[in-house]
């Protein structure tokens, strides 16, 4: 059983010493946050080219499947924004069956790269790869709102983004004030109610709000209802046909899907674990990630992964265990049993502005403004390549460049700082030649934050010219002090007592 601990879902670690007291916790916290991914859910599935009914299955079996296998305590799975511009072109180019194929193909990578331990290896992917294609999705996917948002004229939205700029401009004459207006007050909504709750989510208040406005006043903007037939009722189970020209069509694209499933849903075990304190099991995770994505292929979904947002949700709402996520999707099946059919009278707009605000808080500006004022140009380099990449061309693409450019710059930092010294140099043996890039200045920066979260004091020892001066330039040399900077380890071991008598 230890030989297989790497895979063991956490449900089964967790429900030995369960409580009642836990279970009441988790079970709050997963109404709240059903209701939380209920807009999303069906907002990602119509930016991404399907039914609105297909979001909320993808929350709900996908959900459930990586809250019950996966190797993390807290995770939320579901559908996802960083997913809206692949599936869309997907569909584009291969329709409902291709996508279903890919996603199915998709599973299988995640739970063999699970089985082969490939979840050690994600986590080295630079930050500046993974901050550039993330800024690129969250532009994509603000671009594709614009036509719901203005209430355009137009039959079908090109999936290139040049092109769908271009027919933008084209079909400007065609706006509707009125939907304009009604997705404006969403946006408002959706920026100012945190203000006033932060229990009840701001798109949910947008939604009755507009669709209570648009349906009393009678008003000419387009709804759901309008464009899309909804169903209610639970899915049905599905194998898709199956042809070898298929399978090797969807090769490319099932690769997309599963490496960005992977980053995404590491990247939000690793969130998660700095919010509780936890130790996620990550090649656990891909082996829960893959089984959710081949379930939603089944049963008529979409591709889904790790939801960051809403498992911050769910661990500031009490859930500790997967019981909580299991619980979310449990109360959005109960939803799309018998409230779906009133999802037909929300307003497109208003769907277009909860996922220009997910675009905006996913796009992480911030922190690449910080990057690019702080970081190596090698660093920047790299993420203005994969962020135009994954705008103008494929995620694919800009991965892969990226890592390739990412791989050649770091060996030339290497070369720059190595110096040649022969094995019987004992005065240096201790001294070690370090490169680092941003990748490891922002693994420094959160240890450092779970140092000062702890009441622990960070010290460093044997910081070389290179990596001292990103951390001087940084500004992270100023934030821990330059007295903790140690030339030997002997000397930060002297510095540590110190400090422990004074304490």
């Not at 080295?124 to 004229?153: C, M, S, W, Y």
Request: proline content about 4%.
């Amino acid at each position: 059983m230890d030989a297989l601990k790497y895979i063991t879902p956490k449900f089964f670690t967790t429900i030995k010493d369960y409580s009642k007291g836990q279970f009441i916790k988790d079970l709050i916290a997963g109404v709240i946050v059903a209701i939380i991914a209920l807009p999303l859910s069906i907002a990602l599935a119509i930016a991404s080219g399907v039914n609105p009914e297909q979001g909320l299955y993808t929350a709900v079996v996908a959900g459930f499947f990586i809250s019950f296998l996966g190797g993390s305590r807290v995770q939320i799975g579901g559908p996802t924004a960083a997913f809206v511009v692949i599936i869309y072109g997907i569909i584009a180019q291969y329709g409902m069956a291709g996508l279903t194929v890919a996603t199915l193909m998709a599973g299988l990578m995640l739970i063999i790269m699970g089985l082969l331990r490939f979840g050690d290896l994600i986590k080295f992917i630079p930050k500046t790869i993974t901050l550039g294609f993330t800024l690129g999705i969250a532009v994509g996917i603000v671009a594709g709102q614009i036509k719901d948002f203005l209430g355009l004229e137009m039959k079908s939205v090109p999936a290139e983004f040049l092109e769908k700029m271009i027919a933008y401009g084209e079909h400007l004459s065609s706006i509707s004030w009125a939907t304009l207006a009604i997705g404006i007050l969403a946006l408002l909504i959706q920026i100012f109610w945190p203000r006033l709750s932060q229990k009840i989510p701001g798109s949910l208040v947008a939604i009755f709000v507009t669709t209570a406005i648009v349906a009393f006043g009678h008003l000419p903007v387009k709804t759901i209802g309008d464009l899309y037939t909804i169903k209610a009722g639970l899915p049905s189970f599905t194998v898709p046909d199956l042809s070898f020209s298929l399978i090797r069509q969807m090769i490319s694209p099932a690769f997309t899907i599963a490496i960005l499933a992977a980053i995404e849903s590491l990247l939000s075990c690793v969130v998660s674990d700095g919010m509780i304190g936890g130790n996620h099991r990550s090649n656990a995770e891909l082996v829960g990630q893959g089984v959710g994505n081949i379930m939603s292929a089944l049963f008529g979904g979409i591709p889904a992964t790790g939801a960051i947002a809403r498992t911050a949700a769910n661990v500031k709402n009490g859930g500790r265990t997967p019981v909580a996520g299991m619980v979310h999707a449990f109360t959005l099946l109960l939803i799309l049993l018998f409230l779906m059919p009133y999802a037909s009278l929300i307003p497109m707009t208003c769907l277009a502005s909860i996922l220009m605000i997910v675009g905006y808080n996913m796009s992480g500006w911030r922190t690449v403004g910080r990057m690019i004022k702080r970081a190596p140009k090698s660093d920047v380099a790299v993420l203005l390549v994969t962020f135009i990449l994954t705008v103008f061309f494929d995620l694919v693409v800009a991965i892969e460049f990226g890592m390739v450019l990412a791989a050649f710059l770091f060996l030339k930092r290497m070369s720059d700082v190595a110096q040649i010294r022969q094995w019987v140099d004992k005065e240096n043996l201790d001294d070690p030649v370090l490169s680092e890039d941003i990748s490891g200045l922002d693994a420094l920066e959160e240890t450092l934050a779970i140092c000062q979260k702890r009441g622990m004091t960070l010290l460093l020892s044997h910081v070389n010219p290179q990596p001292y001066r990103v951390l001087e330039k940084s500004g992270f040399i100023q934030t821990i002090g330059p007295d903790h900077i140690c030339e030997s380890t002997d000397q930060a071991l002297e510095k540590a007592a110190a400090l422990a008598q004074e304490a």
